[in-house]
């Protein structure tokens, strides 16, 4: 009974931790771009390795043994590559919505990366299933033009080219992340994530140490929001997460139905941005409607192949 009633206590719990994200994050860029996050990284790091020894003593699987450079060359993606680009896309555009909406094209880069970088050809897609990925990618292509023209798609001047590349590259590196991800075990999963958490912060600390100046004005309330971040955010949320999967798996519910909620974290992070940082771009029409299709391409991205076989009643 105590089972049942966790599963759905963990996806609730998951997705109010990763709504706050991007305000999170946003509150990370104002003053700093690397010496705050090389902070979250570390605290991630000692979240997830304690996490991982406490599984190991509790008789879970144990980290592979076989380490491979992919680990180190795609996990870096997830963490460093992501946070670098997020942290210069909110600092760009100098507030956290439109970046919010641009990190969201990940799921479409997941889908892209997965079938030409990291293609299973055992298992190629259905060709319902591509046109459907076709869409998505479509609609993820309409989302960013609405939001670089804001609206102006005729004209097509975009407002803000170094804001909307590095939302861009931030949604990239964690599609590059998640595509490899599949590739990886359950059993090598605490070693892969070790390694691009690990890596991330070898990465990230010269940069940081290159604002050593502004040491001496990092408040308490910045380290606060770095621990939120390494804690919570890219820590607990994690946990939480792959805990939710477990149970799933151990009660027979179908992971489409868990996985659905969190198509809402783009909506939910910006209403958290319009609350607390007074944002009002999730107002204006033409944000919207890039919203609207940055959600829909999401779902036909991670979902093509079970539409395929809930519209061919398999």
């Known amino acids: 009974m105590r089972s049942n009633r966790s599963l759905p206590l963990l996806?609730?719990?998951t997705l109010l931790i990763l709504s706050f994200g991007g305000y999170i994050g946003r509150l990370i860029s104002v003053h700093s771009q690397f010496m705050l996050v090389a902070l979250s990284f570390f605290f991630t790091a000692?979240?997830?390795?304690?996490?991982?020894?406490?599984?190991?003593?509790?008789?879970?699987?144990?980290?592979g043994i076989r380490w491979r450079w992919g680990f180190l060359i795609w996990g870096p993606m997830g963490y460093f590559m992501n946070m670098i680009a997020n942290t210069q896309s909110f600092r760009a555009f100098?507030?956290?919505?439109?970046?919010v909406v641009l990190n969201y094209t990940w799921p479409v880069f997941t889908v892209l990366f997965s079938r030409t970088l990291f293609s299973d050809r055992e298992r190629p897609p259905s060709g319902m299933a591509v046109v459907f990925e076709g869409l998505s990618l479509l609609l993820g292509l309409f989302s960013v033009t609405f939001l670089a023209?804001?609206?102006?798609?005729t004209g097509f001047h975009?407002?803000?080219?170094?804001?909307?590349?590095?939302g861009l590259a931030a949604g990239a590196s964690y599609g590059l992340f998640s595509a490899f991800s599949?590739?990886?075990?359950?059993?090598?999963?605490?070693?892969?994530?070790?390694?691009?958490?690990?890596?991330?912060f070898l990465f990230v600390l010269p940069l940081g140490l290159m604002e050593w100046e502004l040491v001496t004005r990092i408040s308490l309330a910045d380290i606060s929001a770095a621990l939120a971040m390494g804690f919570l955010v890219n820590g607990v949320s994690y946990i939480t997460w792959?805990?939710?999967?477990?149970?799933?798996?151990?009660?027979?519910?179908?992971?489409a139905?868990?996985?659905?909620?969190?198509?809402?974290?783009?909506?939910?992070?910006?209403?958290?941005?319009?609350?607390l940082l007074g944002e009002g771009k999730i107002g204006q029409p033409y944000f919207l409607l890039s919203l609207l299709f940055s959600i829909t391409g999401s779902v036909l991205a991670q979902r093509s192949e079970g539409l395929v076989d809930m519209l061919t009643g398999q």
Request: charged share 15%.
């Open 182 to 200: 599949a590739t990886v075990t359950e059993k090598q999963q605490p070693t892969f994530l070790l390694t691009a958490i690990g890596s991330s």
């Open 149 to 153: 023209t804001e609206g102006d798609v």
């Open 94 to 99: 100098g507030r956290a919505s439109e970046t």
């Open 257 to 275: 139905k868990i996985v659905a909620p969190m198509f809402l974290v783009p909506l939910l992070s910006l209403v958290v941005i319009s609350l």
């Open 11 to 13: 996806v609730t719990l």
């Open 158 to 166: 975009i407002t803000n080219l170094p804001g909307l590349l590095w």
């Open 46 to 63: 000692c979240t997830l390795g304690v996490y991982f020894l406490v599984r190991r003593g509790r008789g879970r699987p144990r980290p």
């Open 242 to 255: 792959t805990s939710a999967l477990h149970r799933a798996r151990q009660q027979g519910v179908s992971t």
